[in-house]
């Protein structure tokens, strides 16, 4: 699972109050749009312009690559997505409508929303969210637009689509959750995601369980790439593969591939990307290990990219993947620091709190760096990740190790955008933890990110059989809150000032304090009043926090304190904190050792979801009187290749002058891969 793999963390909280410096270079305004509970900022690439000519044209065929499967994901989401997004897109484009009023306006934050979430159903929470405008726009608007411009099936009327979208835009009953984790109930039955059509839970379970063997140590990743279906009452799985199901979108991005192979760095960058290549055209999951132990091992190209089926956050059993790719090459000077952590892995294994038993005694293939982005695809945009861990098989990454990354160019836009927002101010307790803040926030943000994602998701070790997802639906917010903890934990050890990575013990106060604060308060500004938490990151968050408040409430660790009518996050003893991080490190790992679901489902369900709604109103009213917006999506730069007389590439250009609006619109009239009914 994403145990591993890419970490949404909130940074668009994490970092608002933040005061690192950084130079602004092309880009003035790193805000380009804000609307309903989102900001669109833009990013940098610093350093492009200094690549290789044969490393600038290898970047832009992965670019290429990356956007070519931007319509898988739509599709994942909800079977309806890409149908959806064709009528809002012409409508936008065609229709004769007055775009002054107030319906126009709701209707133009609407398309700006399903082209955030990648579809009609919230990218954090996965709630449907439900148009600002009427009814009768919508019809009219439909009606007033030539029926040769809409995507009618044969022998349907305008009358006939309009009558098929409304229930599924304007009632809120209607597959109003793309993943249902809600214990008790039918989780696939209940959740709108295209991941399964007409089988249950149960038989889903049956179906995985009759694959796998237990005595297996080098399992296959069941259900990562396919559609599970019920056809003529069997049971079957659709296959996501050149000659399968998205067959269209994946021979695109297999012809980006195929010319990135050509212009590889290295040898083994070119067997990466081949054997990639092989595993698209045969949804083979052995090749598939094959290719990420071939990824694993690439340490010496300095371009890097990340291209599949990866994620499984959208599933609420935790197997199938949705489509996601980020392009990206090597800060070389940054990277420094997280060398020195990947360098003193075995050192971090060994001081662990955890029981030997859980510990891994041989750490192998430990790798990080910090990485510039160049492009975001598929379930990585518009919102993306600030670190990432692969490859996710626990037997991959115990014979052969992960990499891990810190994406420096992203979390410093998070930085340059929210300078000045008033956030620390509302939120912090005073001008000892502010300061503070100021001083190591930027820091102790970025190691955290490295520690969680080098260290922490590398560390500790399954029991000999035990099924890496017997958590089920509890797997990743327990995997996401081992990880945290772990970098927790190791951000307030000595070794870190040993090491040069902070300059002093008082560093890694600052992001104690953020990270309770994030956790106990300034995360539900990300939740509707009503809601429980849902999201894995959010649950891990969560669970950490409220935990090491209930256990340190007898000693008042940490309290949550009012002044002026207002709820604070205040620290009494940090370095009792660290323990109480330091116990519930302990238990997480046994529970992820020894599959213990029990145990994995009564900490998530006693501390991870339930929220008080007197003070959710409270964080709400604060939050919203900032002006600001929980969730933070970017543009991409745009990439255009210089051609000599012969058509070959002599310099690729890049600029940054591409909006929200007119980005999404090129992107679906030059990267629809698949068709609308799939």
Known sequence: MRSTFYIPLIMGLLVQFSCKKSEPGEIKDYSVDQFADVEILRYEVPGFESLSLQQKTLIYYLNEAALQGRDILFDQNYRHNLLIRKVLETIYIHADVQRTTSDWKAFETYLKRVWVSNGIHHHYSTDKFIPGFSRDFFLEALGNIPADSLPLQTGETVGMLAEKLLPILFDPNVDAKRVNQKEGEDLIA????????????????AFYDALKNPNDPQPVSH??????????????????????????????????????????????QTQVIHQLMDYYRTGDLKTFDDYCISWTQDTASLVDFVNGFTETYGDPMGMKASWESIVNFKNVEATKRTE???????????????????KKETVKGVTAKVITATILGGDCYPTTPIGINLPNSNWIRRDYGSKSVTIENITEAYDAAAQGSGFS?????????????????????????????CLGHGSGKLLPGVDPDALKAYGAPIEETRADLFGLYY?????????????????????????LMNGLLTQLTRIEPG?????????????????????????????????????????????????????????????????????????????AIQIDPVLHKEILDRYN??????????????????????????????????????????????????????
Not at 429 to 440: F, L, S, V
Not at 504 to 510: G, L, R, S, T, V
Not at 634 to 661: C, K, M, Q, S, W
Request: no cysteine; net charge negative; hydrophobic share 40%.
């Open 190 to 205: 209940t959740s709108a995601n295209n991941y399964y059509q007409g089988v249950t839970q149960s038989e889903v379970e």
């Open 223 to 268: 259900g990562l790439n396919s559609r599970l279906v019920k056809e003529d009452g069997r049971i079957v799985e659709k296959v996501w593969k050149a000659d399968g199901l998205y067959g269209s979108a994946i021979q695109a991005i297999l012809f980006w591939l195929d010319k990135a192979e050509k212009v590889a760095e290295n040898p083994q």
């Open 340 to 358: 020195i952590i990947s360098s003193n892995a075995q050192w971090f294994e060994d001081h662990s709190p955890i029981d030997p038993t859980f």
């Open 425 to 453: 101010e509302e939120f912090i307790w005073d001008d000892a933890e502010r300061k503070r803040i100021q001083t190591y926030g930027f820091l102790t943000d970025n190691l955290h990110t490295d520690l969680h994602e």
């Open 491 to 515: 951000l307030a050890d000595p070794i870190m000032v040993e090491l040069g990575l902070v300059p002093d013990m008082e560093a890694y106060k600052a992001q104690y304090y953020k990270y």
């Open 531 to 607: 809601n429980l938490i849902e999201q894995a990151h959010m649950r891990n968050r969560a669970l950490i926090t409220r935990w090491v408040l209930a256990k340190g409430k007898a000693d008042n660790i940490v309290e949550l304190r009012k002044r002026d009518d207002k709820t604070y996050v205040v620290v009494n003893d940090y370095e009792k904190l660290r323990n109480l991080f330091a116990q519930l490190l302990v238990e997480i790992q046994r529970i992820k050792s020894t599959g213990d679901f029990d145990a994995a489902k009564k900490l998530i369900e006693s501390y």
């Open 625 to 678: 009187a900032l002006n600001l917006a929980p969730y933070k999506g970017f543009v991409n730069p745009v990439y255009t290749p210089v051609l000599d007389a012969d058509g070959n590439i002599v310099d690729v250009h890049i600029r940054y002058d591409e909006d929200y609006t007119q980005q999404h619109l090129r992107y679906s009239r030059d990267y629809s891969t698949l068709p609308i009914w799939n």
